[in-house]
């Protein structure tokens, strides 16, 4: 008997197998699409490359995402509610060049690593030095009193501060509003200082107003260092914003008075920039401050100096030791019988 010869007909077969071979090329096709490119194969298999676990909960599994200048504040935002550790709006300006400390809920430059308070005193007497007061909190302005970031009783942000003080303070401060400032609290509407345009302020009540304030704030976040620096030589260059400003001044004696520059949320970088790039503010942190405040209470420099410690504080380093070589016992002596 003849063997019965079986024949496959390709077409029906690939027919009757369709949905199959269309399942396993989508499944290849999504290992390989969603495989690094160091990791695809042009001979794929069904075996899935190592790839991480996407969390939607956790958008930034990684460190060096998790430690950008943005995410940062984002996670310790200062005008936020709910946030158990409030970072300044200079933090990273901060950070890289100060000791930080932690203080109060709030992350503060404790003392300059590149100076020390000898060289903090030279400039109160010779220049002005820049605090970042934001953390103080409370400001008085007469018949008014609010705290530094007071919007209502559920944000307990809301506003920046920066303390000018030194025989420069009115140059600094002028440098930064575009006007001398006078021996009573001024409410401005000050020119970005991002734009370096040649304008001066206009008397204004938008820091009293939660509206402006807000208002302000919004569109100061919006319009980005990126967009000001592609549109500046643009024919269409949109008008530069204005920043709502309370100048207050602070006599003290000896030179240690100045004046308080208060702004609303996220206008704190910008100043900041203007204070101690353009108009030649010296930083200071803790350290420096309470320098301020012995010098405006008539203390003895020379004493103070010899037990805070005038220079630059150095850092302890750890040296390398040795470890000794265990030495060899001697050869016991061998016995002559």
């Known amino acids: 008997m003849a063997a019965q010869q079986l024949a496959v007909n390709v077409v029906d077969f690939a027919k009757a197998r369709l949905p199959e071979l269309e399942a396993l090329d989508e499944e290849l096709d999504k290992n390989q699409r969603d495989a690094p490119r160091h990791l ?9 490359p190592f790839l991480a676990k996407k969390n ?5 599994p990684t460190r060096r995402a998790r430690r950008k200048p943005s995410e940062l504040l984002k996670a310790h935002d200062p005008h936020a509610a709910d946030v158990t550790l409030r970072f300044l709006e200079t933090h990273v300006w901060h950070a890289k060049r100060f000791a930080m400390v932690d203080e109060g809920g709030w992350r503060r430059p404790d003392y300059r690593r590149d100076r020390g308070l000898k060289a903090a005193l030279r400039s109160l007497r010779t220049a002005a030095l820049v605090f970042d ?3 103080e909190r409370t400001v008085e302005v007469a018949p008014r009193e609010w705290a530094v970031g007071a919007e209502g009783s559920q944000v307990p942000g809301g506003l920046v501060r920066f303390e000018v003080r030194g025989c420069k303070a009115r140059d600094v401060v002028a440098a930064l509003i575009g006007a001398a400032p006078s021996d009573a609290a001024m409410a401005l509407d000050v020119p970005d200082p991002r734009e370096r345009v040649d304008e001066a302020p206009t008397p204004s009540e938008a820091i009293f107003s939660q509206e402006a304030r807000r208002a302000s704030s919004a569109a100061v976040a919006a319009r980005t260092d990126d967009k000001i620096n ?3 030589h643009a024919d269409d260059r949109p008008a530069p914003l204005r920043a709502p400003c309370l100048v207050v001044p602070r006599p003290a004696a000896h030179g240690a008075g100045g004046w308080d520059v208060v702004a609303p ?3 704190g970088r910008p100043l900041w920039h203007a204070l101690v790039r353009h108009a030649c503010g010296h930083a200071g942190g803790r350290k420096e401050r309470r320098l301020v405040d012995a010098v405006a209470a008539g203390e003895d420099m020379d ?3 010899q037990r805070e410690g005038p220079g630059r504080p150095r850092r302890e380093k750890k040296r390398w030791v040795p470890v000794a070589k265990k030495k060899k016992p001697p050869p016991a002596a061998e016995s002559k019988s």
């Open 40 to 48: 695809r194969r042009r001979a794929r298999s069904h075996t899935a």
């Open 230 to 232: 592609s549109a500046r």
């Open 303 to 305: 004493a103070y100096l």
């Open 133 to 135: 007061a934001t953390a």
């Open 265 to 267: 949320p996220n206008w």
């Open 56 to 60: 939607p909960n956790n958008p930034n």
